[in-house]
Protein backbone atom coordinates (compact mmCIF):
# COMPACT_ATOMS: atom_id res chain seq x y z
CA UNK A 1 0.00 0.00 0.00
CA UNK A 2 2.60 2.67 -0.82
CA UNK A 3 1.55 6.34 -2.27
CA UNK A 4 2.63 7.29 -5.34
CA UNK A 5 3.40 10.89 -5.97
CA UNK A 6 2.38 12.58 -9.48
CA UNK A 7 2.75 16.37 -10.25
CA UNK A 8 -0.27 16.85 -12.42
CA UNK A 9 0.24 20.54 -13.49
CA UNK A 10 2.74 22.82 -12.59
CA UNK A 11 3.27 22.74 -8.80
CA UNK A 12 -0.07 20.38 -8.17
CA UNK A 13 0.86 17.36 -6.96
CA UNK A 14 -1.43 14.08 -6.50
CA UNK A 15 -0.73 11.98 -3.90
CA UNK A 16 -2.49 8.32 -4.08
CA UNK A 17 -3.13 5.20 -1.84
CA UNK A 18 -5.13 2.79 -3.10
CA UNK A 19 -6.55 0.46 -0.75
CA UNK A 20 -7.68 -3.11 -2.62
CA UNK A 21 -10.15 -4.33 0.20
CA UNK A 22 -12.14 -1.07 -0.49
CA UNK A 23 -10.78 -1.10 -4.16
CA UNK A 24 -10.33 2.63 -3.90
CA UNK A 25 -7.96 4.84 -4.32
CA UNK A 26 -7.67 7.80 -1.43
CA UNK A 27 -5.97 10.61 -3.03
CA UNK A 28 -4.57 13.67 -1.40
CA UNK A 29 -3.50 17.07 -3.13
CA UNK A 30 -0.79 19.25 -2.23
CA UNK A 31 -0.18 22.59 -4.39
CA UNK A 32 3.51 24.22 -3.72
CA UNK A 33 3.51 27.56 -3.59
CA UNK A 34 4.22 30.67 -0.91
CA UNK A 35 1.65 29.02 1.75
CA UNK A 36 1.84 25.46 0.59
CA UNK A 37 -1.98 23.69 0.40
CA UNK A 38 -3.13 20.49 1.32
CA UNK A 39 -6.26 19.17 -0.04
CA UNK A 40 -7.56 16.01 1.80
CA UNK A 41 -5.42 15.01 4.71
CA UNK A 42 -6.99 11.22 4.47
CA UNK A 43 -7.77 9.23 7.82
CA UNK A 44 -5.74 9.24 10.43
CA UNK A 45 -4.22 5.70 10.09
CA UNK A 46 -2.53 6.59 6.88
CA UNK A 47 -0.88 9.95 8.20
CA UNK A 48 2.56 9.19 8.31
CA UNK A 49 2.08 7.67 5.17
CA UNK A 50 0.97 10.77 3.90
CA UNK A 51 3.30 13.17 6.13
CA UNK A 52 5.91 11.28 4.50
CA UNK A 53 4.88 11.21 0.84
CA UNK A 54 4.13 15.11 1.55
CA UNK A 55 8.31 15.44 2.81
CA UNK A 56 9.08 13.64 -0.43
CA UNK A 57 7.83 17.39 -1.86
CA UNK A 58 8.20 20.03 0.68
CA UNK A 59 8.90 20.34 4.40
CA UNK A 60 5.49 19.10 5.86
CA UNK A 61 6.05 22.03 8.34
CA UNK A 62 5.88 24.51 6.13
CA UNK A 63 2.08 23.67 5.14
CA UNK A 64 0.06 26.60 5.24
CA UNK A 65 -3.54 25.27 4.92
CA UNK A 66 -5.67 22.21 5.03
CA UNK A 67 -8.43 22.35 3.17
CA UNK A 68 -11.37 19.60 2.60
CA UNK A 69 -14.70 19.31 1.46
CA UNK A 70 -16.72 17.78 4.47
CA UNK A 71 -16.20 16.13 8.28
CA UNK A 72 -15.06 12.62 6.89
CA UNK A 73 -12.13 10.39 7.96
CA UNK A 74 -10.63 10.55 4.54
CA UNK A 75 -10.92 14.21 4.20
CA UNK A 76 -10.06 15.40 7.06
CA UNK A 77 -8.87 12.81 9.71
CA UNK A 78 -5.44 13.67 10.67
CA UNK A 79 -6.36 17.14 10.48
CA UNK A 80 -5.64 17.24 13.80
CA UNK A 81 -1.92 15.58 13.22
CA UNK A 82 -1.44 18.16 10.70
CA UNK A 83 -2.21 21.29 12.62
CA UNK A 84 0.39 19.73 15.33
CA UNK A 85 2.75 18.99 13.06
CA UNK A 86 2.98 22.38 10.76
CA UNK A 87 2.66 25.77 13.42
CA UNK A 88 1.43 28.53 10.80
CA UNK A 89 -1.47 25.96 8.98
CA UNK A 90 -5.13 26.84 9.39
CA UNK A 91 -7.65 24.73 8.49
CA UNK A 92 -9.96 26.35 5.13
CA UNK A 93 -13.46 25.84 5.71
CA UNK A 94 -17.26 27.56 5.89
CA UNK A 95 -19.48 28.97 7.84
CA UNK A 96 -21.26 25.39 8.52
CA UNK A 97 -18.19 23.40 8.80
CA UNK A 98 -16.93 25.28 11.00
CA UNK A 99 -19.81 25.80 13.12
CA UNK A 100 -21.00 22.27 13.23
CA UNK A 101 -17.46 20.21 13.38
CA UNK A 102 -14.14 21.95 12.64
CA UNK A 103 -13.92 24.70 15.49
CA UNK A 104 -15.29 22.02 18.06
CA UNK A 105 -12.67 19.26 16.79
CA UNK A 106 -9.50 20.80 16.38
CA UNK A 107 -9.91 23.75 19.09
CA UNK A 108 -9.40 26.68 16.87
CA UNK A 109 -6.83 28.12 13.85
CA UNK A 110 -9.63 27.91 11.29
CA UNK A 111 -9.66 30.43 8.49
CA UNK A 112 -13.28 30.60 7.47
CA UNK A 113 -14.17 31.57 4.26
CA UNK A 114 -17.52 33.15 2.90
CA UNK A 115 -18.48 31.54 -0.52
CA UNK A 116 -17.21 33.01 -3.37
CA UNK A 117 -14.34 34.05 -1.17
CA UNK A 118 -10.69 33.96 -2.38
CA UNK A 119 -7.46 32.93 -0.93
CA UNK A 120 -4.17 33.73 -2.23
CA UNK A 121 -1.33 31.81 -1.57
CA UNK A 122 0.95 33.18 -3.62
CA UNK A 123 0.84 32.24 -7.43
CA UNK A 124 -2.64 30.23 -6.83
CA UNK A 125 -5.51 31.87 -6.02
CA UNK A 126 -8.36 29.44 -4.09
CA UNK A 127 -11.81 30.40 -4.51
CA UNK A 128 -14.00 28.71 -1.68
CA UNK A 129 -17.45 27.33 -2.87
CA UNK A 130 -20.13 26.42 -0.19
CA UNK A 131 -22.07 23.22 -1.61
CA UNK A 132 -24.21 21.44 0.66
CA UNK A 133 -24.37 18.71 0.30
CA UNK A 134 -22.97 18.55 -3.05
CA UNK A 135 -21.01 15.68 -3.02
CA UNK A 136 -22.48 14.80 0.18
CA UNK A 137 -22.78 16.35 3.44
CA UNK A 138 -24.59 19.43 4.98
CA UNK A 139 -21.29 21.38 5.27
CA UNK A 140 -20.07 20.11 1.88
CA UNK A 141 -17.39 22.50 -0.07
CA UNK A 142 -15.63 22.84 -2.87
CA UNK A 143 -12.20 24.54 -4.00
CA UNK A 144 -11.67 26.15 -7.13
CA UNK A 145 -7.96 27.57 -8.38
CA UNK A 146 -8.39 29.85 -10.39
CA UNK A 147 -4.57 30.70 -12.03
CA UNK A 148 -4.72 27.05 -13.65
CA UNK A 149 -8.64 26.16 -13.54
CA UNK A 150 -8.38 23.36 -11.61
CA UNK A 151 -11.42 22.13 -9.53
CA UNK A 152 -10.93 19.89 -6.34
CA UNK A 153 -14.15 18.36 -6.07
CA UNK A 154 -13.83 15.59 -3.57
CA UNK A 155 -15.97 12.55 -3.82
CA UNK A 156 -17.19 13.46 -7.44
CA UNK A 157 -16.41 11.51 -10.20
CA UNK A 158 -16.07 8.94 -7.34
CA UNK A 159 -14.13 5.83 -9.19
CA UNK A 160 -13.55 2.47 -8.03
CA UNK A 161 -9.99 0.69 -9.24
CA UNK A 162 -6.63 1.58 -9.26
CA UNK A 163 -6.10 4.27 -11.67
CA UNK A 164 -4.04 6.06 -13.78
CA UNK A 165 -3.06 9.71 -11.96
CA UNK A 166 -5.01 12.38 -15.03
CA UNK A 167 -7.47 11.07 -17.39
CA UNK A 168 -8.28 12.72 -20.45
CA UNK A 169 -11.21 9.67 -20.88
CA UNK A 170 -14.94 10.20 -20.03
CA UNK A 171 -15.30 9.60 -16.09
CA UNK A 172 -19.03 10.14 -16.02
CA UNK A 173 -19.93 6.25 -16.83
CA UNK A 174 -16.81 4.98 -14.53
CA UNK A 175 -18.62 7.27 -11.98
CA UNK A 176 -21.79 6.02 -12.75
CA UNK A 177 -20.92 2.00 -12.62
CA UNK A 178 -19.54 2.96 -8.94
CA UNK A 179 -22.79 5.16 -8.06
CA UNK A 180 -24.79 1.88 -9.30
CA UNK A 181 -22.24 -0.27 -7.32
CA UNK A 182 -22.55 1.80 -4.13
CA UNK A 183 -26.14 1.49 -4.16
CA UNK A 184 -26.44 -1.84 -4.49
CA UNK A 185 -23.86 -2.78 -2.00
CA UNK A 186 -23.34 -1.87 1.34
CA UNK A 187 -23.04 1.88 1.44
CA UNK A 188 -25.85 2.71 -0.55
CA UNK A 189 -27.55 6.38 -0.11
CA UNK A 190 -23.73 8.08 -0.37
CA UNK A 191 -25.02 10.48 -2.39
CA UNK A 192 -28.24 12.51 -1.70
CA UNK A 193 -30.15 14.40 -4.55
CA UNK A 194 -31.46 17.50 -2.81
CA UNK A 195 -33.86 20.06 -4.80
CA UNK A 196 -30.24 22.40 -5.31
CA UNK A 197 -27.84 19.76 -6.67
CA UNK A 198 -28.43 20.03 -10.10
CA UNK A 199 -28.28 23.79 -9.84
CA UNK A 200 -25.21 23.41 -8.04
CA UNK A 201 -23.04 21.15 -10.40
CA UNK A 202 -24.59 23.58 -13.39
CA UNK A 203 -22.37 26.12 -11.44
CA UNK A 204 -19.59 24.21 -11.04
CA UNK A 205 -19.58 23.76 -15.19
CA UNK A 206 -19.73 27.51 -15.28
CA UNK A 207 -16.36 27.99 -13.57
CA UNK A 208 -15.23 25.93 -16.77
CA UNK A 209 -12.26 24.17 -14.81
CA UNK A 210 -9.61 22.39 -17.15
CA UNK A 211 -8.79 19.97 -14.62
CA UNK A 212 -10.87 17.82 -12.15
CA UNK A 213 -8.98 17.10 -9.57
CA UNK A 214 -10.77 13.99 -7.77
CA UNK A 215 -10.43 11.98 -4.72
CA UNK A 216 -11.30 9.27 -5.82
CA UNK A 217 -9.73 8.02 -9.14
CA UNK A 218 -8.40 9.73 -11.64
CA UNK A 219 -8.46 13.37 -12.48
CA UNK A 220 -9.78 14.67 -15.18
CA UNK A 221 -7.79 16.96 -18.11
CA UNK A 222 -10.66 18.37 -20.48
CA UNK A 223 -13.70 20.48 -21.06
CA UNK A 224 -14.74 20.26 -17.07
CA UNK A 225 -17.50 21.67 -18.23
CA UNK A 226 -19.63 19.25 -20.06
CA UNK A 227 -18.21 16.40 -17.65
CA UNK A 228 -19.95 18.53 -14.95
CA UNK A 229 -23.14 19.00 -17.22
CA UNK A 230 -22.99 15.36 -18.30
CA UNK A 231 -22.44 14.46 -14.39
CA UNK A 232 -25.76 16.25 -13.22
CA UNK A 233 -27.71 14.61 -15.90
CA UNK A 234 -26.34 11.45 -15.18
CA UNK A 235 -27.34 12.48 -11.26
CA UNK A 236 -30.69 13.32 -12.41
CA UNK A 237 -31.14 9.93 -14.25
CA UNK A 238 -29.21 7.68 -11.56
CA UNK A 239 -30.46 9.58 -8.21
CA UNK A 240 -33.19 12.45 -8.94
CA UNK A 241 -37.04 12.43 -9.85
CA UNK A 242 -36.14 10.92 -13.29
CA UNK A 243 -34.82 7.96 -11.82
FE1 LIG B 1 -17.19 11.97 1.41
FE1 LIG C 1 -14.00 10.69 -0.16
Known amino acids: MG ?5 IA ?4 RLSTYIAKF ?5 QFLVVDDEPLLYHTGMK ?4 QVRDAVARIIDPATVRWIGFSHFEADECGSLNEWLSLAPRAETLCGTIGALVNINDYTGGRTRIKASG ?3 T ?10 TPQVPHAWDASLLFEESGAVLFCSDLFLQNGDLCPVTEEDLVEPSRQTLLAYEAGPLPHAF ?4 WTDDTLRMLAGLSPKLIAAMHGSSYRGDGARALRDLAAMYAATLGQGK
Not at 10 to 13: E, V
Not at 23 to 27: A, C
Not at 121 to 130: N, Q
Not at 192 to 195: E, I, K, L, T
Request: proline share 9%; glycine share 6%; charged share 30%.
Open 10 to 13: PDLF
Open 121 to 130: AGRHRFRFLE
Open 45 to 48: GMFP
Open 23 to 27: DLQFN
Open 192 to 195: PYAS
Open 117 to 119: EVL
Open 3 to 7: TRIDE
